[in-house]
């Protein structure tokens, strides 16, 4: 008994476990979980992939999914641009975000990056990063710069991204209200992958 509160104790409020995985096809919503390999993430072009977001921490979750491709365009998957969504999850629940399919145009890494913040409040989400500029991010953040703009993380990527902001370093106690994980691969022909085998 001691052991088991003593790991429940240790385990951060927020934590996240992302999964990708191959989808049969466009119903599917399990998939199997893709395994890495010796020389990293392969996908071929046209597989079908979705990505799963289990919220494995003690508080609530407010997710935002992007997918970040290899000339570091930046697309939002999740939640879903111009649409009302919620993006909270509570814990032990999870959230499934496709299908997505393989693009066969890119050459590189490609990644989808998760960010989980704290849920507290109005719901927060950074769908403003797909945008190009910084004054257009101002215009589209859903809650302002009390919200996703104007939170550490926020500030963090003005700074990062747009070279904008006046913050240059954040409280470490800020730290624990944001997670980030990142999911990276590289698109391989068919050719490729039946060279290099499983």
Do not use: C
Request: aromatic fraction near 6%.
């Amino acid at each position: 008994k001691k052991g088991f509160l003593s790991n429940l104790f240790r385990r951060r409020p927020l934590s996240i476990r992302p999964n990708l995985v191959r989808l049969e096809d466009a119903q599917d919503e399990q998939g199997e979980v893709v395994n890495w390999r010796a020389d990293g993430l392969k996908l071929e072009p046209d597989e079908l992939v979705g990505l799963k977001v289990t919220n494995t921490g003690r508080v609530q979750a407010d997710i935002t999914v992007l997918f970040v491709d290899s000339n570091f365009g930046i697309d939002v998957l999740f939640p879903p641009p111009a649409t009302v969504t919620d993006n909270r999850i509570p814990p032990g629940e999870s959230l499934f975000v496709g299908p997505m399919q393989v693009q066969g145009n890119s050459v590189g890494l490609e990644h989808l990056l998760i960010i989980a913040n704290k849920g507290e409040g109005q719901p927060i989400d950074f769908s403003w990063l797909g945008q190009p500029s910084l004054e257009q991010a101002r215009s589209s953040s859903p809650t302002g710069a009390p919200g996703s703009l104007g939170s550490p993380l926020g500030k963090l990527f003005q700074n990062a991204l747009y070279a904008g902001g006046t913050t240059r370093g954040l409280k470490m106690a800020d730290t624990d209200d944001v997670v980030l994980r990142a999911l990276s691969w590289e698109t391989v022909s068919h050719d490729e992958a039946a060279q290099e085998g499983p």
